[in-house]
C-alpha cells in the first residue's frame, strides 16, 4: 500500500495550511479503502494518518518495529476537502507543529500525487506513554532533540 521514496515530495503550492513537511509518503489507493460511495471510506483515513506517523518515527528515530513507538493517540482532527477514489495515488506530508512536556502535535496533509489536489488536512495529539506501568511519561530530552533537529527550523513551537 505505501512505498518508501529517499526523495521528499513538495507539497503544491495551494497546499499552505500545514507545510512545510521534510516527511512525506505515498500511499497508493486499493479497492478495499472504499466504502458504497465509491471514495474512501472516512475511517479508513486514520490508517493513512498512521501509515504516515509510522515512517515519521522510522525518519527521526531509525526504528523499524513500529511496536517500540511509545506514544498513545489522545485526539485526531480531519478536514475532507476532496474524495480519494480506488486508483488515486496520495502523497501524506506530516510535521510536528508543537511540542509539551509529554504530548506533541503532528499536522498533516494529503494532496493527490498526479494533479496535487489536497484531499485532506488533520491535526492529531500523542501523549507519550510507558505501556509497561500503564501511564503516562515526559517526552525525553533526547527525543525532543531528534525531532526538533528533523524539522524546519522554527517551525515547532514548545509549550
Known amino acids: ?6 526523495q521528499r515530495h513538495t507539497a503544491p503550492p495551494h497546499a499552505i495550511r500545514n507545510g512545510p ?3 512525506t509518503v505515498e500511499i497508493k489507493v486499493r479497492f478495499r479503502d472504499t466504502d458504497g460511495m465509491g471514495h474512501v471510506n472516512n475511517a479508513v483515513y486514520l490508517t493513512y494518518l498512521e501509515l504516515a506517523r509510522e515512517h515519521y518515527w522510522h525518519d527521526v ?10 506514544i498513545i493517540m489522545a485526539h485526531v482532527e480531519i478536514d475532507f476537502l476532496a474524495p480519494i477514489v480506488p486508483g488515486d495515488t496520495i502523497v501524506v506530508g506530516l ?9 506533541f502535535d503532528f499536522l498533516y496533509e494529503g494532496w493527490r500525487r498526479r494533479d496535487g489536489t489536497v484531499v485532506f488536512a488533520s491535526r492529531s495529539v500523542q501523549v507519550m506513554y510507558d505501556y509497561a506501568a500503564g501511564r503516562t511519561k515526559d517526552l525525553s530530552p533526547e527525543a525532543r532533540a531528534r525531532i526538533l533537529a528533523f524539522e524546519a527550523p522554527g517551525s515547532v513551537s514548545e509549550r
Do not use: C, I, N, Q
Open 1 to 6: 500500500m505505501t512505498e518508501r521514496k529517499d
Open 95 to 103: 510535521r510536528a507543529s508543537a511540542l509539551g512536556r509529554k504530548s
Open 21 to 23: 513537511y521534510r516527511a
Open 61 to 70: 528515530f531509525g526504528l523499524s518495529d513500529y511496536r517500540g513507538v511509545d
